[in-house]
């Protein structure tokens, strides 16, 4: 190493990849551990911690011990120099990242975080040998599961599934051993991780935190509402998709006559990629649940594990190359119709947000986690500071708030199209949806079907709605 490089090192500090030692010692074998465990990193013997240097006297029989030394209890072998910086020698050792991590020190692990060395924990040493076998979490076996845990209805409707999309033909004639055995689900007679949360009778048994949880989160951090939904991660995707259905805000639109087109307050079909995108690439070593948080200005969806290198949070608004972190799991998916292979599915939410007139979804990387943001649009959904500024806006914006909640012929419409796309709703679900009492709900009701716009079909429970006609109730004055 020549001097401006030792000198480079030495003013820039302790950091990430550079630690100063006084002296070799036991300190020094963690700290080259802990570097090829993470991205490597050089070690200057002869440096305080402050960046003082003190020098070290060093020979070459010298480095040739330090060098046995490490090789005998870490297996590894760092390239060892010396360098004079203002007539003190320096000895600087360099490893970089192993290709056979996780490297061990006195029988523990050791992982670089910023200028310090951290224990690892189970979970960073299992994804670790998972990298170095070239598995993904869900291709392992679980050792706990047998065929019983495996529920016929599920994989029965997978089969239908895949049918029906032609990316994958399952014969009705296959025993489910053999179908999981063709997709690779069970290997040498034993059920992989994937198998028990795509079709288990109790995934949860096995993976607890493997749980999606969706608050509605009123202004002040009130929660007015959450829902946690277990079971497969089908029927997370399809619980989601129903909690979604029974609360958004809908309106119609006119595409000719007769036809209408109801628009959601956040596309279905931007939810569905979000969700389904949650649960095939979470990270399910973490024990934190995969959550949704709908709040008054904006959806967002907050899911454990890092981005795969090279990707950011950047590249999934552009075409970017598919990062599986769950190869059988988005395998699955794919076949079922729910998922591509192309790495588009953050772009066709994008493009489904566009088309109802939303800003582009909104991606980052923190705490370890994705946080993906849907944001509301035109005042559905909206702050009073996330408003447009623009003065004309703000008034109709202003405008239709007031007269959703004041306004008969308002309510009277909103009623009409929440009950067109939710036939079952019920009264209590429609008051807590327009922001009315449930008295004054009911009245709303009870005015329409006097106007023949709105039947009742069965009786008050279990029954449902339905629009006879779509135009505001010719008694109301506006």
């Known amino acids: 190493m020549d001097t401006k490089t030792l000198q480079r090192l030495i003013s820039s500090g302790e950091s990430q990849t550079v630690e100063f030692k006084e002296s070799f010692g036991e300190e020094t074998l963690e700290t080259l551990a802990s570097f090829a465990n993470t991205g490597g990193g050089i070690v200057l013997i002869g440096v305080a911690d402050e960046g003082t240097v003190k020098g070290t006297h060093t020979g070459r029989e010298t480095l040739r011990a330090w060098a046995n030394k490490i090789a005998q209890v870490t297996g590894l072998h760092p390239v060892i120099e010396r360098t004079t910086l203002h007539g003190k020698s320096v000895a600087s050792l360099a490893i970089a990242e192993s290709q056979l991590k996780p490297v061990a020190f006195g029988g523990r692990y050791f992982k670089r975080i910023s200028s310090s060395n951290r224990r690892m924990s189970e979970e960073d040493i299992t994804r670790l040998v998972l990298e170095k076998v070239g598995a993904t979490w869900d291709e392992v076996p679980e050792p706990r599961a047998t065929l019983g845990d495996i529920s016929p209805g599920a994989l029965n409707g997978f089969r239908a599934a895949c049918n029906q ?49 969706i608050g509605r989160f009123r202004p002040g951090g009130v929660i007015a509402d959450d829902r946690e939904i277990r079971g497969t991660i089908f029927k997370q995707i399809d619980g989601a998709m129903e909690y979604f259905r029974e609360r958004l805000q809908t309106r ?175 009264a209590a679900a429609l008051a ?17 079907k006097s106007a023949g716009q709105l039947r009742r079909v069965g009786p008050d429970r279990g029954g449902h709605w339905e629009v006879i006609k779509t135009q505001p109730d010719p008694e109301i004055k506006k």
């Open 165 to 213: 999309k032609g990316r994958r033909h399952i014969p009705a004639r296959d025993s489910a051993h053999a179908v999981l055995e063709k997709l690779g689900l069970l290997v040498h007679g034993r059920l992989l991780r994937a198998a028990l949360l795509l079709f288990g009778r109790e995934p949860q048994r096995f993976y607890p935190s493997a749980v999606l949880k």
């Open 252 to 426: 119609f639109e006119r595409r000719g006559e007769p036809a209408r087109e109801v628009i959601w307050e956040y596309p279905l079909a931007a939810l569905r990629e979000a969700v389904t995108n949650a649960v095939c690439h979470r990270d399910y070593l973490d024990t934190c649940q995969t959550q949704i948080r709908w709040y008054d200005d904006s959806l967002v969806v907050v899911n454990s594990g890092r981005l795969i290198p090279p990707l950011s949070a950047q590249a999934l608004t552009l075409p970017h190359v598919s990062r599986l972190r769950n190869r059988k799991l988005a395998e699955m998916l794919y076949y079922a119709g729910l998922a591509e292979s192309w790495g588009s599915g953050t772009l066709e939410m994008a493009r489904s947000c566009a088309g109802s007139g939303l800003p582009a979804p909104l991606f980052a990387e923190e705490q370890g986690a994705i946080w993906l943001t849907l944001r509301g649009a035109d005042g559905v959904g909206r702050t009073e500071k996330n408003k447009p500024e623009n003065s004309r806006v703000k008034g109709r914006v202003k405008s239709r708030v007031k007269s959703r909640v004041k306004s008969r012929v308002k309510s009277s419409e909103r009623i009409l199209s929440l009950v067109a796309a939710t036939p079952g709703i019920t």
């Open 432 to 448: 807590d949806r327009l922001g009315l009492s449930v008295k004054g709900v009911e009245k709303a009701l009870s005015r329409l």
